[in-house]
């Protein structure tokens, strides 16, 4: 390995000396940025590459590898680098297709018999994360197992009898149980398991000599020991097996090592220039909708740069890697501390080398708590626009950040419609277990299981109320806006002192803005026209959507992260409706189907109740109210993002990150 990094410095000696000044002018700016990340993190220990063509600007390790003995991280340290991994599965993967032994669109159950109940899930949608299949990592049953190690089979089986989350193909939701299917599937048609087939197949071949699926206690001395970020220390992470991650993230390697394969993977070494360009670029639903990942590759852009990247996490470690093709730029951090944040440092060492001003934090310069220092330095590394709050009900201690802008709501604004509809019961306005013929006309695409049913299904409006909110269902949230007015949603919010909280539209007139966005003839497109031709899916789609979600005008719904908190504020203290009502609004938002956000790492230990918001990969919210054992009481929490440009998964766990920082900080971990 020390030949590789001496190889790697040649390169620097051989350029003329006013380019050396440069370069090594160039090399203290990434040194400084990296350690002053190391200190702000903190974080126990990293090790850091920037290479651009053959030129490495930067290759080190800062900080601990082993805090507790004092031992450096290195550029040979080794990682376990999380959801990296999932590029090596699909890499796998596509070898396979290539060879004709799979198709992408077999369904799974062509080479796992098994699950007949996945039978209409295609390879290709466990590869962009489109197969709805419920994710193992969100299971509470799971984390109580992380002592134990399991087969993948056994992994599986926590979602095996779950519904779907939505229809296969119709919406992007980050899994991690799909990229276990892959594993498996590379088992069976390979017949080598996957821990011995990674080596044979990528790291003896390539040269990784650090590479390894890992093990799950430290067996070398160039292992790095993994660690949490708290808000006010750094202590060690908690045991995974790790046969849990498995082919979804358990591989091991130092950066040394990543960029080998990076740099073999985008130079058609590992596979095909068409199917790395497949992997690469940006998937689509069956909508013909972009969703910004491709086969275990994101796509983003900093400044007008584009990058591909993935990040990972696993207990105890954070990594990020990213390839600038346009720019032949490659950075790669890996990090032992989960909550360290290496994308952040990997965008400001991009932006340093590409020359790109990134924006500063809003905040900078205040004086902020641990906690509120911790979720800014969380939110202000995503590629987004966001806003926070958090409120402990029982103290009233409170986290704020933006918590006053405007936001898009997207589906979040659902809650106020079903408020009302529960004080229209009570109110003998309606009847929640009158039933409603569901229409031709009222068929929305989206969010929501309705739609797949045939006209005519005759839920009861209690039944409808709960779909609006566990699955997002746009059709029964179509069916309730007619039914308790558009109208009477926003003067029951200002009756309730609500300024910055409306009701805007349909989501069958958002959709046809969405037409109207492309060419204003479609701007007389009846609902059921607008369901039948699915969404727009030209070559300008992305960008018009990206502009769409930033427009105040086309919001389904505005409101503030602080006025969505004291709303369900509001309706935890039964401020809103009877003790009855309240309890039955609060059973629907616990029953919130859709996980992966502020649950995401403490379902485990605390009830939420919560609903989210989302238009991927551009915008994702989550707002809820959190219930931690006793002495505890709840915590209220909104999150709101928009304009985002990064992958989705990552504004996801940063969510889940943020809900755990609260959590911890005033209920304790």
Request: with cysteine; glycine share 8%.
């Amino acid at each position: 390995m020390r030949r590789q990094i001496i190889a790697l410095a040649l390169v620097v000696t051989a350029l003329p000396l006013a380019a050396q000044r440069d370069h090594a002018a160039l090399t203290r700016r990434l040194d400084s940025l990296s350690r002053a990340w190391l200190a702000a993190g903190p974080s126990a220990g990293a090790s850091i590459a920037v290479v651009q063509g053959r030129d490495t600007l930067l290759l080190e390790g800062i900080g601990e590898r082993d805090h507790e003995h004092a031992l450096p991280a290195t550029p040979t340290t080794v990682y376990r680098i999380g959801s990296i991994t999932k590029q090596f599965t699909s890499s796998a993967i596509m070898q396979l297709v290539e060879q004709g032994k799979i198709g992408l669109g077999d369904p799974l159950t062509k080479y796992l018999p098994e699950y007949p109940q996945w039978r209409t899930v295609t390879i290709r949608q466990l590869l962009n994360h489109t197969s709805g299949i419920h994710s193992y990592t969100s299971n509470p049953d799971w984390v109580k197992t992380w002592n134990s190690e399991l087969t993948p089979a056994r992994i599986v089986d926590f979602v095996a009898r779950d519904s779907f989350d939505f229809a296969p193909g119709t919406q992007y939701r980050y899994n991690n149980t799909g990229y276990v299917l892959l594993g498996m599937i590379l088992d069976r048609v390979t017949g080598t398991p996957y821990p011995q087939l990674m080596p044979t197949r990528f790291f003896t071949p390539l040269g990784l000599r650090g590479a390894a699926y890992c093990p799950s206690d430290i067996t070398s001395a160039d292992d790095a020991r993994g660690y949490d970020r708290g808000a006010t220390a750094i202590t060690p992470a908690k045991y995974l097996g790790m046969s849990h991650p498995y082919s979804a993230g358990a591989l091991c390697m130092s950066v040394v090592d990543y960029l080998r394969w990076q740099t073999a993977l985008t130079s058609g070494r590992v596979v095909s220039p068409a199917s790395y360009a497949l992997m690469s670029t940006s998937d689509t639903l069956s909508s013909g909708k972009a969703i910004n990942y491709g086969f275990g590759l994101a796509q983003g852009t900093i400044g007008t740069h584009r990058v591909v990247q993935h990040t990972g996490g696993v207990n105890g470690f954070n990594t990020a890697e990213m390839w600038f093709p346009d720019d032949s730029l490659r950075v790669v951090v890996f990090s032992n501390t989960v909550g360290s944040n290496p994308n952040a440092l990997a965008r400001s060492l991009a932006a340093a080398v590409l020359g790109v001003q990134l924006p500063p934090p809003p905040t900078a310069g205040a004086r902020l708590s641990p906690l509120e220092g911790t979720i800014l330095g969380r939110l202000d590394s995503l590629p987004a626009q966001s806003s926070f709050y958090a409120k402990d009900l029982r103290t009233g201690r409170e986290v704020a950040i933006r918590a006053d802008v405007p936001m898009n709501t997207a589906s979040v604004i659902k809650i106020p419609v079903m408020i009302l509809a529960f004080r229209d019961a009570e109110a003998g306005r309606l009847n929640l277990d009158e039933r409603h013929t569901i229409t031709a006309a009222e068929q929305r695409r989206g969010s929501g299981l309705l739609q797949t049913f045939a006209v005519g299904l005759q839920p009861t409006y209690r039944d409808i109320i709960t779909q609006m909110i566990i699955t997002s269902d746009n059709t029964a949230t179509d069916i309730m806006i007619a039914k308790v007015g558009l109208p009477r949603v926003n003067r029951l919010l200002d009756s309730l002192g609500y300024r910055d909280t409306r009701l805007r539209m349909s989501v069958g007139e958002t959709f046809r803005q969405v037409f109207v966005a492309a060419d204003p003839k479609f701007a007389s497109l009846s609902d059921r026209e607008i369901y039948e031709r699915g969404f727009p899916n030209d070559s300008a789609a992305e960008r018009r959507n990206a502009a769409f979600v930033q427009d105040s005008t086309k919001w389904l719904g505005r409101t503030t992260a602080r006025e969505i908190s004291r709303l369900l504020e509001q309706l935890e203290r039964g401020q809103l409706a009877s003790a009855t009502s309240t309890t039955a609004m609060r059973r629907i938002l616990r029953q919130q189907l859709y996980a992966s956000r502020l649950p995401q790492r403490i379902s485990f230990r605390a009830g939420i109740a919560h609903k989210t918001g989302d238009w991927p990969p551009l915008l994702g919210n989550d707002v809820g109210i959190i219930y931690p054992p006793a002495p505890a009481g709840p915590l209220v929490i909104a999150v709101f993002t928009n304009g985002n440009t990064g992958p989705f998964y990552q504004l996801e766990a940063t969510e889940g990150r943020v809900a755990e920082d609260v959590l911890n900080a005033w209920a304790g971990p």
